[in-house]
């Protein structure tokens, strides 16, 4: 044991640069201290991008590495802290910082019985079980963050904001006809599709198109299904582009590429559209404004022709 | 063919019996696509008008002859590798082709995407190969011996499964295709698949067919063997390396399918069939036939399913009953003397000495653990008055040594207690049963708190040892059978993780944390039981020191020595359960301190039963408490859970232990 330490010690290290290395794009930013405001800490991605909304609320989150990925660099506050990653938020790190309250998703009840020794938690999520669906859901989300974050007033103002921009929204699409699939490639034989209680299936909604995806779905609101699945269904594809994810990209080509996909009827008729992934898919009003934009935007292109059209 | 095998008994029956299903499925499938008549044209000359016919030439076609193709193939591969490892629990996973190939895909797509556009195949067969060149690397010196190649195996497997794990932890949503190829779909979309694997198999087959006669001498002891004039290296060399190409070439194609490549050997053979020849017929046969009637049910049952429930999952959940049901009924042999298990490394001269210096080791780590951290102005030293620190450290401190304790007291026992190296507490079952449980808790309940968890948690694992004890009851605890329906239960763990996985929602990362093996979740209250727990565990141990320094020498010696074995069995394996629920609630099932402290024991040299149990609780601890330190310390403010953090400590100790040896 003794004399193999020096050994181990050099392995390890080696092995935890390399995942460490593998796992982060930057170097954890730690806080400054002199706000009068204290932290708002948050494991869930809908939550801290409703807070982002907040003007100069300080906010102290995890896995920020995965958010910035999806959303680009610049889609986060310079102020915000990193603590870890989600199902592990550093505690010491927290304790040691002057923090407000704890904004947690339900599936981590496990860690609400740690974290409220150092401040209040509590549990928030736009995709929970709830009396409410769809945007009514999404609203009560943001009131609720705001409520928690001292910032109604300015909850308020997003949702109203937003209602009022999926109005316009609403209102130059209508023509409009068709059902949309809205569709994200897992691997070169799976695919995502979002029914009604997802993000983009509660913007469909709201702006009034038809979602071509009833079957089951889960919380989320999204079923994995495979490619063949999608000859059952009649509607007009749009394709979450996530070619800007270098880890995506392969497959997303490899599947456009393939036989079984240009033999699909919505393929053959030219009636799919890619759409650029700048929210994020469990998000919250911010992603579904941002997606509402992209989807209105693809639609309204020339060469979207709808299947009645033609 | 067929009359000659009627002839000679079950295992051509239970081959027929079990292929009834895939008849009536294949029929019903082709039915409910506009019948068998329109399935065979659509086969042979599709029309590019019809969807009905597009589907079933480019995917259900297909996919059916990947099912029988890989099955087959898989099993081929079991069998062969029970055959050369002379061990009944491996697989074709066991030298580390799945996690090899697993890891690379998860590198690859994380790293360097460009490769993914070479195709995935590749990657996956590199990943596969360079994995298993690791293993004959590390057991080559000594012959390729199946105990040190088993050995090797495990310990790849756990060092790439600890780092894929890692990966995923980090990078969940980025991965998440991956965990669908991980879970083993056999969708298709062409024939590509099939092209690729038939040619490889048939190849693979021929190779099998000229092996068979040298290989029925892997039967014979080493000894017996040799003086026939075979050179055993080459000949193992040989076997394996048929059986890891099989089964690369199929991981790669649609990914990991686990338990048909384990359980259709061990069915075909407990059934009845014994010599080499006819396993590998009616086991490759059998593979071909579970994998694809799996298939063909779960297409029945897609439509209404919420997610995506990949095959290879299912046919753990599918086959782990099928084996439960079988263990109780057949034979094996599972009384006679065991390999020489003991051959790993030499007597340490003082043992209390080399026990009070790993005790003193121990020590230096809880207080490096307790005093030495970062915070938000870099590395600093605490002073141990400083509580408001100390408070979340304690408890992690002390759970991370309890754990290890458990785990190591745990897996010492069965190791002895079985005399097989591959015996640790996650292969009883135990853990698995318990995880299960959790994980369905996790999935189903809308917000369970930590106590509900707990409690459910408790109850997965009390009814996995009832149902261990129910099945093995009236054969004694023999501990082959008791392993078996270890793997039986592991599989439906497998299962289980996999279709929760590959559903690819946000719960899927909590999972992952959970059954990582962190100490995080332990407050102060809770560690000091789990703590008080351990010693006390343990200390219930000793008493049966002189039994387990008996029983490795197989059944009758201990009889003939006046132990009750059914007695001795069971109590033994009551305190291995216990020990392992109260590991498995505090860090989750996958921490392999269970399996690597008591071999590294060994390879210190600590060989009589007092001395392993201690050794092995000492390594343990110690290797939990500098994990769990190095895990919060080395990236933070990001934590690797100690259980990923000591196999990866463990491990790579362990591999230097085997390349001396």
Known sequence: MIYSLPIMLKQRVLLLVLIAAASLSSSPVLGQKDREEGYIVTLDFAIAETLFEFSDLLVAMGGENNYRSWLG??????????????????????????????????????????????????QLSPYRESSLMGWDRMVEFTKEVGLFAGREQEAFQLISQADEHMSNLRETISAFPDPLLIIQFLDERHVRVYGHNSLPGTVIDRIDLDNAWDGPTNRWGFSVISIDDLFKIHAYFVVVDTSHLSSRRAVQEDVMKSELWSLLPSVQTGNTTLLDANFWVFGAIPSAMRFAESLVEVLSADDARPLSRR | MTGYALRRGSPAMTCWLLSLPLVVLFWLGLQAQGGVALGVKALVSPSLEEVSELLLHYTWWPRLTVALLSGAGLALAGVLMQQVLRNPLAAPTTLGVASGANLALMAATLLAPGLLTLGREWVALAGGGLAVGLVFALAWRRGLAPIVVVLAGLVVNLYLGALSTALLLFNHEA?????????????????????????????????????????????????????????????RFAGLALAVFITGSIVSVVGIIGFIGLAAPNIVRLAGARRLGERLVWGTLLGAVLLASTDLLLQHFSGVLPTLIPTGAVTGALGAPLLMWLIPRLRLQGDRAPQPAAALGNRYPAPGHLLIRLAIG???????????????????????DNWSLMQWRVPRVVAAAASGLMLAVAGTLLQRLSANPMASPEVLGISGGCAIALILGIFLLPAPTSGVLVGIGTLGAFVTLLILVALNRRSGFVPERLLLTGVAVSALFDAVRSVMLAGGDPRG?????????????????????????????????????????????????????????????????????????????????????????????????????????????????????????????????????????????????????????
């Open chain 1, 73 to 122: 660099e610049g889609s986060t506050p310079s102020s915000l802290v990193n603590i870890g990653i989600n199902p592990y938020p550093n505690k010491e790190l927290i304790f040691s910082m002057d923090v407000k309250g704890v904004l947690s998703p339900p599936q981590y009840t496990r860690l609400e019985e740690g974290l409220s020794k150092i401040a209040p938690v509590e």
């Open chain 2, 175 to 235: 991965l998440s295709g991956l965990l669908i190829w991980g879970a083993g779909s056999l969708a298709q979309n062409g024939w590509d698949g099939a092209a690729i694997l038939a040619p490889r198999l048939a190849i693979g087959a021929m190779a099998a067919w000229f092996l068979l006669r040298p290989m029925n001498v892997l039967e014979l002891d080493d000894a017996s063997a040799k003086s026939l004039g075979v050179s055993l290296k080459y000949l």
């Open chain 2, 362 to 384: 121990l020590l230096l780590a809880a207080a490096l653990g307790l005093l030495l951290g970062q915070g938000v102005n870099g590395w600093h030293w605490l002073s141990p």
């Open chain 2, 509 to 661: 990362q909590q999972v992952i944390a959970w059954l990582a093996g962190s100490t995080y979740y332990v407050d102060l209250t809770s560690a000091l039981v789990v703590g008080v727990l351990a010693a006390a565990l343990a200390l219930a141990t000793q008493p049966f020191t002189r039994w387990l320094d008996i029983l490795p020498l197989g059944a009758p010696t201990a009889r003939a020595l006046g132990i009750r074995l059914n007695g001795a069995r069971l109590v033994l394996l009551l305190l291995v359960a216990l020990l392992t629920a109260c590991a498995t609630l505090v860090v989750g099932p996958l921490s392999f301190v269970g399996l690597l402290a008591p071999h590294m024991a060994r390879l210190l040299g600590l060989s009589r039963a007092r001395h392993h149990l201690l050794g092995a609780a000492l390594v343990g601890m110690l290797l939990m408490v500098l994990a769990d330190w190095a895990g919060r310390q080395v990236i933070f403010p990001y934590e690797i859970p100690a259980g990923l953090v000591a196999s990866l400590i463990g491990g790579a100790y362990f591999m230097w232990g085997l390349r001396r040896l």
